[in-house]
């Protein structure tokens, strides 16, 4: 069986320890590859055999987002996980519109890392806290709460929308959802339009922040 490739780009060798038994505990097929520095990163994931990546913001040779551009550049489609002491709502906002599946605070604990590996590698997306969620969703979405309509963002969206919404929360696929709910795959892709538009959001990930947003 190929194994699961995670690749810990941080240029401290403690927290890459870490990091690095924290993602065998979490998974049992797990292969870790290690670097510490951007350029190092990219070398990893020129063939594509990379399948997340734990990042810091500040390596030696790319602070700040600028490393998280260059690897979004050279692989779109390999998820990220900013792994960072720094947790500012602008900067996970601005990570969030890069398109990273996770962003992890290097004082999360040892449940809250596995919780969140597990959660992104499901399909899903990891937010730090509920606090960072009301600031991201609003921003991202480049509307304020509540300034459609004369309640809550989402309010109408109908219960199978909720349904439907509430699995994407989970990072299951079109095809999972329409397997759970006993629904045509065709009709999945027409509520999560709907709930896009209701939401007034972009793609999936933005929904999954609003549809944490929901719940404050």
């Given at each position: 069986m190929t194994p699961y490739r995670v690749l810990v780009a941080d240029d401290h060798p403690l927290y890459r320890d870490a990091l690095r038994n924290l993602v065998c505990a979490a998974f049992d097929d797990v292969q870790v590859l290690e670097c510490e520095d951007i350029a190092s990163a990219l070398a990893c994931l020129k063939d594509g055999s990379i399948d997340l990546v734990l990042l810091d913001l500040s390596l030696p040779d790319a602070d700040g987002l600028e490393g998280l551009r260059q690897l979004r550049n050279a692989s779109p489609a390999t998820p990220v996980i900013i792994c960072s002491a720094r947790d500012d709502p602008a900067l996970v906002r601005e990570a969030f519109r890069l398109g990273v599946s996770g962003y992890l605070p290097k004082s999360s604990g040892t449940?809250?890392?596995?919780?969140?590996?597990?959660?992104?590698?499901?399909?899903?997306?990891?937010?730090?806290?509920?606090?960072?969620?009301?600031?991201?969703?609003?921003?991202?979405?480049?509307?304020?709460?509540?300034?459609?309509?004369?309640?809550?963002?989402?309010?109408?969206l109908t219960p199978r929308q909720l349904a439907v919404l509430a699995l994407l929360e989970k990072g299951m696929s079109n095809k999972a959802i329409a397997r759970e709910l006993a629904i045509g795959e065709i009709t999945v892709k027409a509520h999560v339009s709907a709930i896009l538009r209701k939401l007034g959001v972009d793609n999936r990930v933005q929904a999954v922040l609003a549809g944490h947003m929901q719940k404050l």
């Open positions: 449940d809250v890392t596995r919780h969140a590996l597990q959660l992104v590698r499901s399909g899903g997306v990891y937010v730090p806290s509920q606090a960072l969620i009301e600031t991201v969703v609003k921003e991202v979405s480049g509307e304020r709460a509540g300034e459609k309509g004369t309640g809550r963002r989402g309010e109408d």
